[in-house]
């Protein structure tokens, strides 16, 4: 069974007929041609496909199209954040670049809960722009490469 | 020489990757693809005795449905794993044994799990034993190395020696699990394939696929201009490609995206063997080695044998007059394993490594003090000199950079905040490499740049960015003034990445070429000048590899068990290191994945079934931001004119060797508790 959708993708309008059993990763990924999110698990267990929907960080590859008519999407194609695109390539904070348009969303998404004083596991008192936080609260996107080190300078840097 | 070689250039390939715009292959543009779904054989052993397909063909948009009934004949079957859908016979669990193309991904996959696969089943055995009746010693190990060595009689050096060590350590089958799942786009048009394929190496994988299928190679194109990780499993061509050909073939004029699913790669695209170290050392009451043996088990598949080289680097790390190494395997009806990061050196440096650890605690004698104590002045296997060889240098290196000389050696003093902390140090090798075969084209444009091209392959280990910098040294220009074009066999040949070899090989293409563009057309060339460079030959008078040391700092929660890797500390002599940036990447990337070894990384067979049943990321754990906390990488500059051509050793797989020692022998420390098998977790402490 198909249902048309209506979603904003990057800032773009986009009207699209999906099976209704189709996630918004490949609602994105084979109906639209919009191949920023990856698919690296399918199961919500890696993080690749982070997106923005509507301003907060998300599993694309849990959502299920339909259920998101209406809906803002922002990829990392579309996230307006260069400061953020700048301090990972200085701090070398990718290798093969698979996990990285996960990493950038759910970095941007990060940023602004904690901005917002939402706490985490590790949190004690105030949550700060701390190392520990960010790791903790980047834990869910994984990067086999192992460019932790670099990823965590990277969005304490920005985050200042 | 503009010295570009040895400058921390940004990846060239950021802003791609930044924006999520690097094609992958299952991303690049192809026309009204069709989508296909595999199915997997349920037993381990035995045959396929028929096919419910109703269910499958009654729903819409499926386009077809291969089995070894209908399924195209393969030219050459000689490489079993490849030989997919030939005949009935199932040799492990999780083995294709159909394959549906449709219109969309959901039909595929809703059309393959409607197959009923009906089997008439054998005992299978999954299971890896030591005293396995069946174990055999196979011809050589890979890539092609001596099975055995022997010099003297280490017997009686372990009969007369003052200490001995004899203990059995263990590896776990552990998967590469790169975060991109395999897949290939392949496309018929007219008499052309093409496929857009996640390979280490598109030449070889187009060999291979031409021969699989009896296709001259100039009517196969290969294309993957980005990787999204290998590790290895990316190496060889398995199943899937053939596949995904397969289909393509079947529907000519169509392209066929094949992207396998995360639980589908732990059974498809090889894996690392668990091992069975058995390791004894003979020593005096010094520590100086008089004898050391390794004998190790590992499994192969029934399938197709693969033979990993865990004993090969005891041949080379300490003296000792007396030694022996072998292997045996394990023929099993499990899925066929194969390279994953540093294979022989990864697993076969943990046993020996930890080894070493229990020598200096039976004699006394500080960890790095042993090491040094068996020194070797010459490669103790081949009797040949090193090209270079500064594991002293790193050890000591290391020990100043990490504060060793406050340690107090005794196990279990150190109890702060409830967690019992230790340090660790492990030593670290891996041989060189260069493969012959690469070929380098560079062409002068109209617009004053240099095109340079070799179909190399960039899995995230900065190819792009390292090449351009060789050639922009060795033409002596500016690096923005050079064009490289890679991942493609329109460009000239390249190896496969693996064996830490891509710079090695494909740099020295490229300086062979930039030399000889340099002499025909000197500095003021025309626009179409063009010349070509080959990879020079391996020397063989020396023996050539890059040594490292790890040290790590591990808390054992003492009510819990739950073990921290607080800090982590490799320093590396790996030659000549091209790009700083990218290169601490690849040395951080391996320790990373070291650390992740160490603690997590176990695939878990069921054995009455013959599969892992912790087929996904949830539960098959990898390290993730929240586990790497203080991690350091250092080098010497070591220059080595005998390696090639550029002075570089390889640094893709090094910084994995060692780290699972280093963190067992820091636990130790903490604890009194001596952990002799992967992964090292909370239970062992309890």
Same mark, same amino acid.
């Given at each position: 069974m198909e249902a048309t959708i209506t979603i904003t993708v990057d800032g773009r309008q986009r009207t699209v007929a999906v099976d209704t059993r189709t996630t918004l990763l490949d609602a994105l990924r084979d109906r639209l041609a919009v191949t920023a999110p990856k698919k690296?698990?399918?199961?919500?267990?890696?993080?690749?496909?982070?997106v923005l929907l509507d301003g907060r960080r998300v599993l694309s590859c849990l959502a299920l199209a339909v259920a998101h008519d209406g809906a803002e999407v922002v990829t990392a194609a579309g996230l307006d954040n260069d400061r953020l695109r700048e301090t990972f390539l200085d701090n070398d904070a990718f290798q093969c670049g698979y996990c990285t348009p996960g990493q950038l969303c759910s970095a941007a998404g990060m940023l602004d809960e904690l901005k917002a004083g939402w706490p985490s596991a590790v949190t004690d008192g105030e949550p700060t722009l701390s190392a520990s936080e960010i790791r903790e609260r980047m834990a869910g996107n994984l990067c086999r490469c192992g460019a932790y080190v670099g990823i965590v300078a990277a969005i304490q840097e920005a985050g200042r | 020489m503009t010295g570009m070689i040895g400058t921390a250039l940004p990846r060239r390939d950021g802003p791609a990757k930044l924006h999520g715009t690097a094609p992958y292959a299952y991303e690049?543009?192809?026309?009204?693809p069709a989508y296909a779904h595999l199915v997997q054989a349920t037993?381990?052993?035995?045959?396929?005795?028929?096919? @419910?397909?109703s269910a499958a063909n009654a729903l819409d948009d499926v386009l077809a449905i291969l089995t070894h009934e209908n399924a195209p004949r393969l030219e050459d079957t000689g490489n079993a794993e490849l030989a997919v859908l030939q005949d009935d016979a199932v040799a492990f669990r999780g083995q294709v044994v159909a394959v549906v193309v449709a219109e969309t991904p959901e039909t595929a996959r809703q059309a393959a799990n409607a197959i009923q696969v009906t089997y008439d089943s054998e005992p299978h055995e999954t299971r890896l034993r030591a005293d396995d009746a069946g174990l055999y010693t196979p011809e050589k190990v890979n890539p092609a190395l001596p099975t055995e060595s022997s010099q003297g009689d280490v017997e009686s050096a372990l009969a007369s020696a003052d200490v001995t060590v004899d203990e059995v350590y263990t590896t776990p089958m552990e998967h590469n699990n790169p975060m991109e799942p395999h897949t290939t786009v392949a496309h018929w048009d007219g008499d052309r394939l093409t496929l857009y394929d996640s390979t280490q190496g598109v030449h070889p994988l187009r060999s291979a696929v031409a021969s699989l299928f009896g296709l @001259?190679?100039?009517r196969v194109r290969v294309v993957a201009p980005y990787v999204g990780g290998g590790f290895g499993s990316k190496g060889q061509p398995h199943a899937p490609v053939a596949l995904a050909v397969l289909c393509a073939r079947h529907l000519t004029g169509r392209p066929v995206k094949l992207a396998i699913t995360r639980q589908q790669m732990f059974s498809l695209v090889g894996y690392r063997t668990p091992t069975i170290q058995r390791i004894r050392l003979a020593a005096d009451h010094t520590g100086a080695l008089t004898g050391i043996a390794v004998d190790v088990v590992e499994q192969t598949a029934r399938v197709k044998e693969f033979a990993e080289q865990t004993a090969t680097p005891s041949r080379s790390m300490y003296a000792a007059p007396h030694r022996r190494t072998g292997h045996r395997l394990a023929e099993l009806d499990v899925p066929v394993p194969s390279w994953m990061r540093a294979p022989g050196e990864c697993p076969g440096m943990f046993g020996p490594e930890v080894a070493m650890d229990e020598l200096a605690q039976r004699c006394e004698v500080d960890p790095i003090a042993l090491r040094i104590r068996n020194e070797p002045e010459l490669d103790p296997d081949s009797g040949k000199p090193f090209s270079s060889r500064n594991l002293i240098g790193c050890l000591e290196d290391g020990a100043r950079r990490f504060g060793w000389d406050a340690r107090d050696p005794r196990p279990r003093t150190r109890l702060e905040d409830g967690w019992w902390i230790g340090t660790g140090v492990a030593s670290s090798t891996y041989p060189v490499h260069m493969s012959p075969g690469s070929v380098a084209e560079i062409r002068y444009t109209a617009d004053g740049r240099y095109e340079v091209a070799i179909g190399a392959a960039d899995l995230g280990t900065g190819t792009w960015t390292v090449l351009a910098q060789v050639a922009a040294d060795r033409l002596d220009v500016p690096v923005d003034r050079v064009e490289l074009r890679i991942g493609d066999t329109d460009l000239p040949n390249a190896t496969v990445a693996g064996g830490s070899s891509g710079v090695a090989s494909w740099g020295s293409a490229i300086a062979d070429a930039a030399g000889a563009f340099r002499d025909k057309f000197g500095t003021d060339p025309a626009a179409g000048d063009e010349a070509s460079g080959r990879t020079p030959d391996l020397s063989e008078t020396f023996a050539m590899r890059a040594f490292g040391a790890q040290f790590a700092e591990v808390a054992v929660h003492a009510d819990t068990g739950e073990v921290e890797v607080r800090r982590l500390l490799g320093v590396f002599a790996a030659g000549r290191i091209v790009n700083p940036r990218t290169a601490r990447s690849q040395f951080l990337g391996g320790m990373t994945m070291g650390l992740s070894m160490a603690l997590h990384e176990q695939s878990v067979m069921d054995h009455r079934y013959g599969h892992v049943v912790n087929h996904d990321l949830a539960e098959y754990h990898i390290a993730t931001c929240? @586990?790497?906390r203080s991690l350091e990488a250092h080098w010497l500059d070591e220059t080595d004119e005998h390696v090639n051509p550029l002075g570089t050793k390889g640094i893709g797989e090094i910084g994995i060797v060692g780290t699972a020692a280093a963190v067992a022998n820091a636990a130790w420390h903490a604890t009194g508790v001596r952990v002799r098998d992967l992964p090292i977790t909370p239970d062992r402490f309890l």
């Open positions: 690296g698990c399918d199961h919500g267990q890696c993080g690749s496909c982070t | 690049h543009d192809v026309e009204h037993i381990a052993r035995g045959r396929v005795t028929g096919f @419910d397909l @001259d190679e100039d929240a @586990d790497v």
